[in-house]
């Protein structure tokens, strides 16, 4: 007699999870390499100027497309070129500008380039900050105060009759050697430098988009790139730069090494969460006697007023309200107290001898309880303010 077996086969829902248990490591990995991939891809900044600062392609806060389109509608024929091999297979003459941003791409092998191929052209180059010497300026760059507006007051007689008496107002200012306009509180410093081949202009922001329109920034702008008539907009890329110009590693890696080293870090972490060793619920451990955190404030300030130490007390309560109030305008913890007054009666709008009376150190003490007390309501009532300023 033979015997059959009567057993059902087993069915997928069952055969499913074994599946996965198997293989679950190696669906988990692939599925991290396809995020990167994807996340690489995204992440990636593209070729076309679209996120770099003071491009005339860029329409974001950062880029120049408002000063480039106004110059264009001005008659003005604008072009770009994103390398030095572009730049050299573009004409220019005694009617043309060449401006040229994101300085931080030229080395000592463009520079030469430039001005070889640049002839009799103006060449106007923004915010450079190393190799000025290539560039025909001396020194290194300083910085000016750019709270308040800036005046032309030009020493080049050329530039004084481009600019006559505008006003510059931007975030970020930096100054140069030389004649110009726009001058540093250090003499013969200005932002905009007028040289024997080179204009330099230290205030890029002055062309971006959310700032052309502050003070007399679009009037500086046009007058500055529209005095020709073609302007070229020269934009270096790292590949113009030869062998023997000064580069850091960084320089020499390629753009989707720094996103891809981020989804590799975060896959790292997530892989060490995943097998890491599970522990089990914390075990409570009974304590001779239960204090609850209120108790123990209240019975410090009984100590505090049984003592009379209302000095001490008003020490505590102004040196808290002073490290609360660093920490949440993120300051230095070191700070003194003249500058700590100063902003947080600029974020409150206080005026500051009241903030100096509730936060400085040698501020007078409380002489009774009620002035305590108050000046406990007016510390707290002054941190809610900062809280939401």
């Not at 920034?217 to 000064?246: F, K």
């Not at 309200?321 to 993120?330: G, M």
Request: contains cysteine.
């Amino acid at each position: 007699m033979t015997l059959t077996d009567t057993s059902p086969p087993p069915s997928s829902a069952n055969a499913s999870p074994n599946l996965w248990q198997r293989h679950r490591a190696t669906l988990l990995i692939v599925g991290m390499l396809v995020l990167a991939v994807v996340l690489v891809i995204v992440v990636t900044p593209s070729d076309d100027g679209g996120d770099t600062r003071l491009d005339p392609d860029n329409p974001g806060p950062e880029g120049a497309q408002a000063v480039a389109r106004v110059l264009d509608d001005e008659g003005v024929d604008v072009s770009v070129a994103r390398s030095a091999d572009a730049l050299e297979a573009t004409d220019v003459g005694a009617d043309t500008t060449i401006v040229v941003t994101s300085t931080e791409w030229l080395g000592t092998s463009t520079i030469e380039r430039l001005l070889d191929h640049a002839g009799e052209a103006r060449v106007v180059v923004v915010d450079p900050t190393f190799l000025l010497d290539d560039l025909g300026v001396p020194g290194d760059p300083g910085y000016v105060d750019t709270d308040d507006p800036l005046a032309a007051d030009c020493s080049d007689d050329a530039l004084a009759d481009l600019l006559g008496d505008l006003e510059l107002e931007v975030d970020d200012a930096r100054t140069y050697e030389g004649a110009g306009c726009f001058p540093g509180e250090d003499g013969g410093a200005h932002v905009l430098v007028a040289g024997d081949r080179v204009t330099v202009l230290g205030a890029g922001d002055l062309l971006t988009n959310d700032q052309v329109l502050r003070a007399d920034n679009a009037a500086v702008a046009l007058r500055l790139l529209g005095q020709s008539e073609r302007l070229v907009w020269y934009v270096p890329s790292r590949d113009d730069q030869a062998g023997d110009d000064g580069v850091q590693v960084s320089d020499l890696l390629p753009d989707w090494i720094f996103p891809g080293l981020w989804v590799l870090a975060l896959a790292t972490v997530l892989l060490v969460v995943w097998r890491a060793r599970r522990l089990g619920p914390l075990a409570a451990e009974p304590l001779p006697v239960v204090v609850k955190a209120i108790e123990t404030t209240l019975s410090r300030g009984r100590l505090y007023r049984k003592g009379g130490d209302r000095a001490h007390a008003a020490r505590t309560l102004r040196a808290a309200a002073r490290a609360r109030a660093v920490a949440r305008l993120r300051l230095d913890r070191h700070v003194d107290d003249a500058t700590l007054v100063r902003d947080v009666a600029r974020h409150t709008g206080r005026p500051e001898p009241e903030i100096g009376f509730l936060l400085s150190e040698h501020a007078p003490e409380p002489g009774s309880d009620r002035d305590l007390i108050a000046l406990a309501s007016a510390l707290a009532a002054l941190e809610e303010e900062v809280r939401h300023s």
